[in-house]
């Protein structure tokens, strides 16, 4: 059996979903509860004296000092770290093209984009080079990826994983999650990494359950909602087959089936781009330059020096989404964009609230249709961001929710039925992601 070091490196050509595979013992692991369990790392987290680059040219050379806590919990725990994974620029994409380093290709049809951000985590999981891999959740950066390669994509509520050491792209929204090819391995990952920080204001000081022992839970009486705006056109045929078949086994193992409204679903990706985009301007103003990462080699005023440094670092993505993030805050306009979706913010979560008041968990395709080839939609950003139209709700609300498995489209595609319950009830979401789960995996041939 090959080791998992010997997979990343036998596959990585072909997938690309590495940026860098370190050697046996490259991050020193200890003794632990994971007990020498792999992992990958998405290259937006630190890891001390090794290079964060962020799949940015203007980090391409820089190293970080010290490691991110949701990273060091799992070392310490005894994980074993292989690699650093590839990514979508910044996090900044749904389809893992926007890579300064090339895209990911998705092991079940190298001709597919494998999702994003977190593509190069995905795969990783996906090929076995990993037993679990990190990667961030800020639309559905996870989900995605996990619902395109049939793995187990989970992200937690808002503020229950600690965000230091992460480099930030939307902080309001931006998640640590984990992808796995068992429950059993993402419900034992995420008890580590919960929990409150010090070096983070925004992760919570919320009790901790113990997640791997809710998987085999009786999930008799629990009451799932079928909100009717998630299932209207655009689904694929496919697809919407697999979330009815994934629903008769949750009424099988003895749910009750509501359907419920979540009224403003048509305005979350309006609402997710204007302040995801505002807060990357702001958060990405940090990279000048001057302190670290890139700088242009040619002799320019300050001002000049910015501008030029920051044009020759940043992809395409990554500046569209800075000028619209810095349009949306300006004068005249912050008013009329940013302000009010911060208002239908609160109108969407109170959705989620009252939908939450008549049942456990929420079903819901994870996407609208399987991975679709690359380049396809490169050059249409509408059309790519729409692609989040299931996956950002979560996000917006703070709520937990997990992509899982379900079964293969007529294509041999994976599709992932997305769960989503209240904030800070992920054991919720295990045992019922347990009763739709179908591994997949089984079937993949590299």
């Known amino acids: 059996m090959p080791t998992p070091f010997e ?11 590495f940026l860098r595979i370190f050697n046996e013992g490259t991050v020193p692991s200890q003794a632990g509860k994971l007990n020498g369990l ?23 050379n820089f190293k970080s000092q010290y490691t991110a806590t949701a990273v060091q919990r799992l070392i310490d725990a005894g994980a074993v770290i292989v690699g650093k994974t590839n990514m979508d620029e910044f996090a900044m994409g749904s389809s893992n093209e926007n890579s300064a380093f090339g895209s990911v290709r998705n092991p079940w049809d190298i001709t597919r984009v494998p999702g994003g951000s977190s593509g190069g985590s995905a795969v990783a999981a996906a090929i076995g080079a990993c037993r679990i891999t990190l990667g ?14 049939g793995t187990i994509g989970f992200k937690p509520t808002y503020g229950r994983i600690s965000r230091y050491g992460l480099t930030a792209f939307a902080s309001s929204f931006d998640t640590v999650g ?14 580590i990494m919960s929990g409150k920080d010090p070096h983070d204001m925004t992760s919570a000081d919320a009790p901790v359950e113990e997640y791997s022992a809710s998987i085999g839970k009786d999930i008799r009486g629990l009451t799932i ?19 009815n078949e994934a629903r008769t086994k949750l009424e099988k193992a003895g749910c009750k089936i509501v359907n419920v409204s979540l009224p403003h679903t048509k ?39 910015y501008k030029k440094t920051r044009s020759e670092g940043f992809g395409t993505e ?14 005249g306009y912050y008013d009329a964009y940013y302000k009010r979706a911060q208002q239908v913010r609160r109108l969407i979560r109170n959705d989620f609230a009252e939908a939450f008041k008549v049942c456990d968990a929420i079903l819901t395709p994870t996407t609208p249709t399987t991975a679709f080839k690359i380049g396809e939609k490169v050059n249409d950003p509408l059309s790519m961001y729409l692609n989040d139209i299931f996956t950002v709700s979560a996000n917006i609300a703070g709520t937990p929710a997990v992509s899982i498995p379900i079964g293969l ?37 590299l």
Do not use: W
Not at 7 to 17: D, G, H, M, V, W
Not at 274 to 298: C, P, Q, W
Not at 318 to 331: E, H, Q
């Open 7 to 17: 997979i990343a490196r036998t596959y990585n050509p072909k997938l690309n979903c």
């Open 38 to 60: 792999t992992v990958g790392v998405k290259d937006v987290f630190a890891l001390a004296d090794q290079r964060l680059t962020c799949a940015s040219k203007i980090l391409e």
């Open 136 to 149: 961030t959740d800020t639309g559905g950066s996870i989900r995605q990826p996990a619902a395109f390669t």
């Open 178 to 191: 984990t992808f796995g090819r068992s429950l059993e391995d993402t419900a034992i990952a995420l008890e």
């Open 225 to 243: 909602g079928l909100p009717k705006e998630y299932f209207g056109e655009g689904i694929e045929e496919d697809v919407r087959e697999a979330i």
């Open 267 to 305: 305005y979350c990706v309006a609402v997710y781009y204007i302040l995801t985009t505002a807060e990357a301007s702001s958060n990405l103003a940090r990279f000048d330059g001057i302190r670290y990462g890139h700088r242009t080699k040619e002799q320019l005023n300050l001002l000049d020096a």
């Open 318 to 331: 990554v500046k569209r989404r800075i000028m619209l993030g810095t349009y949306v805050l300006s004068a």
């Open 409 to 445: 489209d007529s294509k041999g595609l994976p599709i992932g039925a997305q769960l989503i319950a209240d904030s800070f009830k992920e054991s919720t979401l295990f045992p019922l992601s347990k009763a739709i789960h179908v591994d997949v995996l089984k079937d993949l041939r």
